[in-house]
């Protein structure tokens, strides 16, 4: 099983900045790409960006030039530098991992944390 704890969501000011942390845990046998997804109230969860164990990263359109995402895997954290922020931006952001756990792949999920960007 794979534990990722998602973390340094906030209320921000519109032009401000955040960053998340995404921690993972358990006993998979490997971590593949990860990525933080997001879902504002009433809308579909959406990608938001990914980055594979190479250090590729993807964006979404909404956020390039704006969010940054990097890893550590000698602390098994992932990171989300936010900057820019928009109203658009609220959502709860969910870190998600394609690990290999006992032999079989799958997609694992955090429970979010809360980002809300309002003046």
């Known amino acids: 099983q794979v534990q990722l704890v998602e973390s340094g969501g906030d209320l921000v000011k519109p032009g401000g900045s955040l960053r998340l942390s995404c921690v993972s845990s358990?006993?998979?046998?490997?971590?593949?790409?990860m990525g933080w997804y997001r879902q504002a109230p009433g809308k579909q969860r959406e990608l938001v960006a990914m980055?594979?164990?190479?250090?590729?990263?993807e964006y979404a359109e909404s956020v390039k030039g704006r969010f940054t995402t990097s890893r550590d895997n000698s602390k098994n954290t992932m990171f989300l530098q936010m900057n820019m922020l928009k109203s658009e931006d609220t959502a709860v952001y969910y870190c998600?991992?394609?690990?290999?756990?006992?032999?079989?792949?799958?997609?694992?999920w955090g429970r979010g944390t809360q980002v809300t960007v309002s003046s």
């Open positions: 358990g006993s998979a046998e490997s971590i593949y790409a």
């Open positions: 980055i594979g164990t190479g250090g590729a990263t």
């Open positions: 998600c991992a394609a690990a290999n756990v006992a032999g079989t792949d799958g997609l694992h």
